[in-house]
Each structure stands twice: as C-alpha cells, then as structure tokens.
C-alpha cells in the first residue's frame, strides 16, 4: 500500500487524533510520576495544542479552506463531542461497578502509582467510596488504564462522568477515515465507502457503544493496526508519521485490557517476522532491520514501559507478575461462572462453534445450556438479549452464523482467484488471516464474542477480498454473493441499531428523572444492586441532595431510575 495517503486530508486528521492520545498518555505518566496534582486540565490543552500548532505551521498557506476544515473537526470531536454524551448513560454493571469509580477517581486526583485505590478514599471526600468486599480495588490498581485515563481527562473538561464515552465514537471515526483512505487504493471509491462503514458496524461496536466497555476499542485497534502495517515498507526509509500513528494505536491497544497486549504483539509480531524471512537475502536488509526493529522497540517501551508502567511494570514490582491477577498462582478466576455449565467439559472448538451456532442468549454458569438453532432463524428473545453489552451465547448476533457460512464460501472462492492472479500480493490475506486466527486461539474464551471482536475481520475481509477479486471474474455468482452477504451482515447489523434506538429514548427518560430529582431538596433512594457506585456520580455530577437508605416501602416508590435505582416518593 502506499504511504502517500498520509497527504490526504482526512488522513491528517487521523494523524492529529493519534498524537493527541499520544500525548495525553504520555503526559499524564509524566505528571503523575513526578507527582504532579491537578494535571488533567493542562494535559488537556497541551494534548489538544501542540499537534494543532504543529499542523498549522506544517500546512502550506495556500490551502488554508482544507486546514481549518480538518482544525474544525478536530476540535469538534475533542471538545463538542463530550458534551454531547452528558446525556447518554452507561446502565451496565461493569460500567458503574469499577470502570466509572476507576474514572473518577483518576479525575479526583488519584495517583495510581505511589497510593492505592483504599488508601485514596480515604483521604478524599469528593469521591464515592466503595466496600472493600466488592473487590473494585483489584481491578482498578491492577488493571491497564488507557480509556479511564481519557475518559478522566475528559471528565475533568465537562464535570460530567459520561461523556469519557465518546472515545469510542472518535475510534470509530479514525477507523472509518483510515479504512476509506486505504481501501480507495485497491477498489472504487464507492465500494471503499461501503466496507469502510461495514468495518465500523462491528456487532461488538454497537452493542458497547454507549458505554465504558472496552472491547469494542479493541476491535477498533486490532483493524486499525493491521492497516497502519500493511502500510508499512520495511524496505525503505522509516516514515515517522506513520511510525508516530503506529505507536500511538499499539500504546492505546496494549492498554485497554490484558489481552490488548497479547493482541497489539501478536499482530506486530507477524508482520515483523514476515519481514524478516520475506527480505532477509535482500543486500541492504541488515540497514533496514535494524531500523523497524528498532521502531518495534520504541513502540513498545512507549506501550509497556512509559504508558502501561502503572500496571504491566508496577504489577511485577508489587506482584512479580505484569497481568496480576488474571493469570499466575494467585490468579483471579472471572470466566467460570460466567459460562455455561457444560462448557467446563468441552474443548475450546466446541465451545466457540456452540456458541456461534446457538441462540443469541445469556446463558451463564446456573441458568441452563446453549440451543442450537437454524442460522437463518430469529427469535424474539434473542433480539431483546442484545441490549446486553455481554452476552455469552451468540453475542455477535441472531444472523451471524449465516453470513459467517456466507463468507466462509466467499472466502474460499476469492482466495482461489487471488492466489490465481496476484500471489505475489497473497500478504495482503495471509498476514491478517494469520492474526486473527491467531490471536483467537491465545485468548482461550473464544466462545465470548466480546472478547474476539477480530471475528468480524472474516466476514468483511472476505466481502472485501470478492469484490476486488471482481475486475477478473465478473460473474453473477460473485454479484449474488457478495449482494447477499452485505444484506445478511446489514440485517444482523439493524438488530443492534434498533436496541440502541430504544436507549436513546430511554436516555431522554432517565435526564427527565434527574432533572426531577435536581428540583427536590432532598430525595431517598437505593441502590438495587449493590456496588454500583457510577450511578451516585450521575447524581453528584447534577448537584443532586440525596440520602441513600437500605430499604423502601414499595408504596413509596416512585420510578426506578434506569432499573437499577428505587427513589422515594416525596
């Protein structure tokens, strides 16, 4: 591919957001090892300013209409975008449990490095505290902190809580913008927009989207870093933009999650070593090896080291262990129970082709077995299960099995004419395929669609790969295919659009509730589960007078706030 699509103008603006986390990470590192409090709003500034400053004295003069064209979506996304999502609200229980107490307390000034979570709370009275029994502490110390870092420093910008959930809009935009601008190289600009906007139609995707889960990040990042190698000539001068973008995306990817990292290397690791046995008997190869292996090594001391140093590094000081406490002797078990029953006596292929094959269903540990099922068949149920950002059992969707079988025959069909064509070109499938498949199989709980968004790579890859394919077999079986594949996978798409339709309004709801509750002088409530502290910020952040009690008279309530809280009739 060639790297000249960095001149693009979009493609500038996908430079500027890259550097603008880039930043804002490194910053905040930087600010909080040497103790510097109060951090956010200049790391803020500075993150935002200096790739604009940069940009502008870089720009030519005489384009001066595109460069306040891309200067004004920029600031859009960074400083008008937040303030849009005040009003939407993360209803999960992992969203309010430890990911928004995570995020306010970074935003309060916790410093992850020289003071635990418990300790911090204690001294700290603008912060929600948390029971010790519910064991939030042990994954907001421990944990990678990429996204709460930017949703804190964006919480910091608007005072509320939930607009830190734009980011995943922006990664979707930087995906959309990269995935257009390269796929334009190879087929129309038509059919470049088209697979562009399926990529960002991740089932993941939209079923996270108005919430703090990170998967569907992930699967942001895996697509993007793909690209950004396949950019990549390691037979040639290093390109620092691109390298500066690489950088960026693998620091944001290794610390989302664990299993970011596993996924950034794995990726990068395949194409690293394809490069070396692809080039190795070239004369200069030696030159150049030294050169993007030495970018790899800045890449990752930037993820790991500098970025992930208050997790991967401070774990294996504390704990001897950088993923404390997801594996090692005193690992912390957070699948079993979270699975069917009869999944403990399955192989990991019969586990990931029961669940693609089954209902779209909740199904956990005590509530029963996945169903097979037709995979043109829809139930009901299964439409209704996809307001859940989690699901266990078909979480990719009702129709996915069948655009899946598609594709497959898709797949195979326009592999053989590529390979027929252009072998030379067969990196293009090979090293993504490997990837995904890959890093499938490392994960372990494949069965769990939110933790292999990459899956979805297959089904718009092989879309992708017969469309190009047809400028040499033009024939109406390839019309038809890739007709009836874009259809299923838009159908499926439509299930998880509608729901998110349906929280919209419910969003609209819940604003009108606490509007209602900012005009009371005092309200009573409970909480319905416990430990969902992010809902009191919701409170906090409109200036509500509450008193939480630990029962109500069920003649006394009112409305359950978002179902997860009583309130007290006046």
Same mark, same amino acid.
């Given at each position: 591919?060639?790297?000249?699509?960095f001149n693009?103008?979009?493609m500038?603006?996908?430079?500027?957001?890259?550097?603008y986390?880039?930043f804002?990470?490194?910053?905040?590192? #930087?600010?909080? +090892?040497?103790?510097?409090? &109060? !951090? /956010?709003?200049? =790391?803020?500034?500075?993150?935002?300013? *200096?790739?604009l400053?940069i940009?502008?004295?870089?720009?030519?003069?005489?384009?001066n209409?595109?460069k306040?064209?891309v200067?004004?979506?920029?600031?859009?996304?960074?400083?008008?975008?937040?303030?849009l999502?005040?009003k939407?609200?993360?209803?999960?229980?992992?969203?309010?449990?430890?990911?928004?107490?995570?995020?306010a307390?970074?935003k309060?000034?916790?410093?992850?490095?020289?003071e635990?979570?418990?300790?911090?709370?204690?001294?700290?009275?603008?912060i929600?505290?948390?029971?010790?029994?519910?064991?939030?502490n042990?994954?907001?110390?421990?944990?990678?902190k990429a996204?709460?870092?930017?949703?804190?420093?964006?919480?910091?910008m608007?005072?509320?809580?939930?607009?830190?959930?734009?980011?995943?809009?922006?990664f979707? #935009?930087?995906? +959309?913008?990269?995935?257009? &601008? !390269? /796929?334009?190289? =190879?087929?129309?600009?038509?059919?470049? *927009?088209?697979i562009?906007?399926?990529?960002?139609?991740?089932?993941i995707?939209?079923?996270?989207?108005?919430?703090?889960?990170?998967?569907?990040?992930?699967?942001?990042?895996?697509?993007?870093?793909?690209?950004?190698?396949l950019?990549?000539?390691p037979?040639?001068?290093?390109?620092?933009?691109l390298?500066?973008?690489?950088?960026?995306?693998?620091?944001?990817?290794?610390?989302?999650?664990?299993t970011?990292?596993?996924?950034?290397?794995?990726?990068?690791?395949?194409?690293?070593?394809?490069?070396?046995?692809?080039?190795?008997k070239?004369?200069?190869?030696?030159n150049?090896?030294?050169?993007?292996t030495?970018?790899?090594?800045i890449?990752?001391v930037?993820?790991?080291?500098?970025?992930?140093?208050?997790?991967?590094?401070?774990?294996t000081?504390d704990?001897?262990?950088?993923?404390?406490?997801?594996?090692?002797n005193?690992?912390?078990?957070?699948?079993t129970?979270m699975?069917?029953?009869s999944?403990?006596t399955?192989?990991m292929g019969?586990?990931?082709?029961?669940?693609?094959?089954?209902?779209?269903?909740?199904?956990?540990?005590?509530?029963?077995?996945?169903?097979?099922k037709?995979?043109?068949?829809?139930?009901?149920?299964?439409?209704?299960?996809l307001?859940?950002?989690?699901?266990?059992?078909?979480?990719?969707?009702?129709?996915?099995?069948?655009?899946?079988?598609?594709?497959?025959?898709l797949?195979?069909?326009?592999t053989?004419i590529?390979?027929?064509?252009?072998?030379?070109n067969?990196k293009?499938?090979?090293?993504?395929?490997?990837?995904?498949?890959?890093?499938?199989?490392?994960?372990?709980?494949?069965?769990?669609?939110?933790y292999?968004p990459?899956?979805?790579?297959?089904?718009?890859?092989?879309?992708?790969?017969?469309?190009?394919c047809?400028?040499?077999?033009?024939?109406i079986f390839?019309?038809?295919?890739?007709?009836?594949?874009?259809?299923?996978?838009?159908?499926?798409?439509?299930?998880?659009?509608n729901n998110?339709?349906e929280?919209?309004?419910?969003?609209?709801?819940?604003?009108?509730?606490?509007?209602?509750?900012?005009?009371?002088?005092?309200?009573?409530?409970?909480?319905?589960?416990?430990?969902l502290?992010?809902?009191?910020?919701?409170?906090?952040d409109?200036?509500?007078?509450?008193?939480?009690?630990?029962?109500?008279?069920e003649?006394?309530?009112?409305?359950?706030?978002?179902w997860r809280?009583?309130?007290?009739?006046e």
């Open positions: 591919m060639n790297t000249d699509i693009k103008e979009s500038k603006l996908f430079f500027l957001l890259c550097c986390f880039l804002s990470y490194v910053l905040y590192t #930087i600010c909080k +090892l040497v103790k510097f409090q &109060n !951090c /956010l709003g200049l =790391i803020q500034i500075l993150s935002i300013s *200096i790739p400053i940009y502008l004295i870089k720009m030519p003069s005489n384009k209409i595109c306040f064209g200067i004004g979506v920029y600031l859009f996304l960074l400083i008008i975008l937040p303030f999502y005040n939407t609200y993360d209803l999960t229980v992992d969203g309010n449990s430890y990911h928004k107490t995570a995020i307390f970074i309060n000034g916790w410093n992850p490095y020289y635990s979570s418990t300790d911090f709370q204690e001294r700290n009275s603008d929600v505290k948390f029971d010790k029994k519910t064991k939030i042990l994954w907001i110390e421990h944990y990678p996204s709460w870092i930017s949703a804190a420093i964006i919480y910091n608007t005072n509320n809580i939930e607009s830190g959930k734009c980011i995943t809009l922006i979707s #935009i930087m995906l +959309l913008i990269i995935a257009y &601008n !390269c /796929l334009k190289i =190879i087929i129309s600009r038509k059919w470049a *927009i088209f562009s906007i399926l990529l960002v139609l991740n089932p995707t939209l079923s996270q989207f108005f919430t703090y889960y990170v998967d569907s990040i992930m699967g942001i990042m895996f697509v993007i870093e793909l690209l950004l190698l950019l990549v000539n037979m040639s001068k290093i390109n620092k933009k390298w500066i973008c690489i950088i960026s995306i693998c620091t944001i990817f290794s610390n989302l999650k664990y970011g990292l596993l996924y950034s290397g794995i990726i990068a690791a395949v194409f690293y070593f394809y490069w070396i046995i692809k080039y190795r070239y004369n200069e190869f030696f150049y090896f030294k050169s993007f030495l970018a790899f090594i890449t990752f930037t993820a790991i080291f500098i970025v992930g140093s208050s997790s991967y590094v401070k774990n000081i704990h001897h262990n950088p993923l404390y406490p997801i594996i090692g005193d690992k912390v078990d957070i699948v129970t699975q069917p029953k999944f403990k399955k192989s019969e586990k990931f082709l029961l669940s693609i094959f089954s209902k779209t269903e909740n199904v956990t540990y005590y509530s029963g077995d996945p169903k097979l037709l995979p043109f068949k829809v139930y009901p149920e299964e439409i209704e299960q307001m859940l950002p989690d699901v266990r059992i078909g979480g990719f969707g009702p129709l996915f099995a069948l655009a899946l079988i598609i594709c497959v025959i797949f195979i069909r326009s053989i590529f390979i027929k064509y252009e072998n030379n067969l293009y499938i090979v090293l993504p395929f490997i990837s995904i498949v890959l890093t499938m199989i490392l994960v372990g709980e494949n069965w769990w669609a939110r292999i990459q899956l979805y790579l297959l089904i718009v890859g092989s879309i992708l790969l017969m469309v190009y047809k400028k040499y077999k033009d024939n390839c019309k038809i295919s890739i007709l009836l594949a874009s259809i299923v996978v838009l159908l499926n798409a439509r299930y998880f659009i998110n339709n929280l919209l309004k419910s969003f609209k709801n819940i604003n009108n509730d606490l509007t209602e509750l900012e005009n009371r002088e005092h309200v009573n409530l409970k909480l319905s589960t416990d430990g502290y992010g809902y009191i910020y919701n409170l906090n409109r200036n509500i007078n509450y008193n939480i009690v630990k029962k109500i008279d003649k006394k309530i009112k409305y359950i706030y978002s809280m009583e309130v007290e009739q």
